[in-house]
């Protein structure tokens, strides 16, 4: 089993609708969660993060965080086709360091 | 001001050749990381330093040798070049190792041919 499983996607939705990108993780002694939204040929950049179960909303962004499921997620409301891009969820395993998944592809059509 | 910035940008070069990139980071951090994305865009953890100090070092072919000559430079330097190495590799920094958010640098492509 992967540390950090995301669907790879593409995820496609249209203009104005909510996109909802799911993470789920193996280590449950994590602590803290991050999405970073990745355009092609450029560098991660952090969307959110989020450290307590519950829902965390920044502006049209909100992440999600069940512990108990081992499971994160991030909502984008009136979507744009400015969000198409790749998010990556990554996890604090512990370890000091990340682990992120795969990535999940979102396609936001005009 | 650039927070994270990397050179070169891109790096063309031979099989059997060394080469290394560069890392500098002007946010007063105290870790710094050094990332591999494959071409499946898959984004995973070579190195980290802590205040110069080597604290993860992932099973990476001992080709690539890491070195922090101060908190705000992590370089990386690679042996023998490979095609497998082919990739583009990111450097980052926080301030706190893993917990807290690391920020990316621009990022290297590197093609060996």
């Known amino acids: 089993q992967k540390e950090v499983e995301q669907n790879s996607g593409p995820l496609s939705v249209p203009e104005g609708a909510i996109a909802s990108l799911n993470c789920t993780y193996s280590?449950?002694?994590?602590?803290?969660f991050f999405w970073y939204r990745q355009y092609s040929g450029k560098s991660p950049e952090l969307i959110m993060s989020?450290?307590?179960?519950g829902d965390k909303e920044d502006g049209r962004f909100t992440a999600q965080l069940n512990k108990a499921s081992q499971y994160v997620s991030l909502l984008i409301r009136d979507s744009q086709p400015s969000d198409s891009a790749t998010y990556l969820c990554?996890?604090?395993?512990?370890?000091?360091?990340?682990?992120f998944g795969t990535g999940t592809r979102l396609l936001v059509s005009p | 001001d650039t927070a994270v910035s990397q050179t070169p940008k891109y790096l063309v070069t031979q099989m059997g050749n060394d080469k290394s990139i560069k890392c500098e980071q002007n946010l007063g951090h105290d870790t710094m990381y050094w990332y591999k994305q494959d071409s499946k865009k898959f984004l995973k953890i070579m190195f980290s330093y802590n205040n110069k100090e080597l604290i993860i070092n992932e099973t990476v072919p001992n080709r690539f040798s890491p070195k922090s000559p101060d908190k705000a430079h992590l370089n990386l330097h690679i042996n023998s070049l490979e095609l497998g190495d082919s990739a583009v590799y990111f450097c980052a920094s926080s301030q706190v190792a893993g917990t807290d958010t690391q920020y990316f640098g621009p990022g290297t492509r590197l093609t060996v041919l």
């Open positions: 990554a996890v604090n395993t512990g370890f000091q360091k990340l682990v």
């Open positions: 989020i450290y307590s179960n």
């Open positions: 280590d449950r002694v994590s602590q803290s």
